[in-house]
């Protein structure tokens, strides 16, 4: 099954909404997450597609750029607080809610934790 996160626009919540000439705007797009950050939009793609596990950011909503490839991103997360006044686009990402499966009939929610890794040396490389 082809996937891709599409968008459509319209100038009044009640609609009517257009589909934007430019979808998909992701070639990934099961289990993603997005929110306001930097006046444009952040995406957190996971689970399918090429794009899969990276954070992406939008300055409309439609043109994303990936930012971000992130390890062991949670799946289909449900932000749970503002995302007001963020200082890097992972903030919001601290902490919050995922699935996880138990077994291939059982999920449950649980929380998430997260922290930002600004250096990373590769396994067998020294650090300097």
């Known amino acids: 099954m082809k996937r ?13 909404y257009l589909k934007s000439p430019y979808n998909p705007v992701s070639n990934s797009g099961h289990e993603v997450c997005v929110w306001k950050y930097n006046g444009g939009i952040a995406s957190l793609m996971t689970t399918d597609g090429p794009e899969k596990n990276t954070i992406q950011w939008s300055p409309d909503g439609v043109n994303f750029e990936i930012m971000s490839v992130i390890k062991d991103a949670p799946h289909a997360i449900g932000l749970n607080r503002t995302a007001d006044n963020q200082k ?11 699935h996880q499966y138990k077994t291939g009939n059982c999920q449950y929610i649980r929380r998430f934790s997260s922290r930002r890794i600004i250096r990373h040396t590769a396994l067998g490389e020294s650090a300097e």
Request: hydrophobic residues 40%.
């Open 4 to 16: 891709g996160l599409t968008v459509a626009i319209a100038n009044d919540i009640k609609g009517p």
């Open 88 to 98: 890097e686009p992972t903030e919001i990402l601290r902490w919050g809610l995922t």
